[in-house]
């Protein structure tokens, strides 16, 4: 079955810039995404159709793709961005989430 | 602004059927630009997608649970709905419902969850 590979935990200072990465086999050939999810929430979509953002999501977050890795950065990074990121794809029709990582503001 | 929101059992009994249903509102699940879907999350591990529903009535489900899920939609009522059968402690999750763009593989809108504990 598909997957998509991503760090299990991000550290980084406030207003610093974390890179959180996704990787899966011939992801270059597939749109992807990125949600976050805060404790005991529901995802948001940051991220779609590789770099796109959603209306109201901050300029802080961008995504990029080189090859068959994605990348969701968040630049300046605060305090309320702690949360688990997941990144997502399909597949052979179906839709497959990464592994998540947990980004912890220190 | 589209709104969806989980509703069901939140205690289904072993080797049960648990059946979840999701109420669109702002919206209609007979849009031809979405697709309905189910993703689940086990306490305290990562998202699974379940499946999803066009409003035609044709479905897509992953493949790991295809042969115990059904997913239908009542339009009607512009609802959607779940059933999963032969339950086991390991189905016990949050069932989140979602609204996917079709041909963009991205899902905007999510409702609030709803957790489903399998136990006797």
Do not use: H
Request: net charge positive; with cysteine.
């Amino acid at each position: 079955s598909y997957e998509l590979t991503q760090p299990p935990s991000v550290s980084v200072s406030p207003g610093q810039t974390a890179s959180i990465t996704c990787s899966g086999d011939k992801l270059g050939d597939k749109y992807a995404c990125w949600y976050q999810q805060k404790p005991g929430q529901s995802p948001v979509l940051v991220i779609y159709q590789d770099i796109r953002r959603p209306s109201g999501i901050p300029e802080r977050f961008s995504g990029s793709k080189s090859g068959n890795t994605a990348t969701l950065t968040i630049s300046g990074t605060q305090a309320m961005d702690e949360a688990d990121y997941y990144c997502q794809a399909w597949d052979s029709s179906t839709r497959v989430f990464g592994t998540g990582t947990k980004v912890t503001v220190l | 602004q589209v709104q969806l929101q989980e509703s069901g059992p939140g205690l289904v009994k072993p080797s049960e059927t648990l059946s979840l249903t999701c109420t669109v509102s702002g919206g209609s699940v007979s849009s031809g630009s979405f697709y309905w879907s189910w993703i689940r999350q086990p306490p305290g591990k990562g998202l699974e997608w379940i499946g999803y529903i066009y409003y035609s009535g044709s479905t897509n489900y992953n493949p790991s649970l295809k042969s115990r899920v059904t997913i239908s939609v009542d339009r009607s009522k512009n609802q959607f709905s779940l059933k999963l059968t032969s339950v086991t402690a390991a189905d016990t999750a949050v069932y989140f419902c979602a609204r996917e763009w079709v041909n963009y593989y991205y899902m905007d809108v999510w409702g609030k969850g709803t957790t489903v504990t399998v136990s006797s």
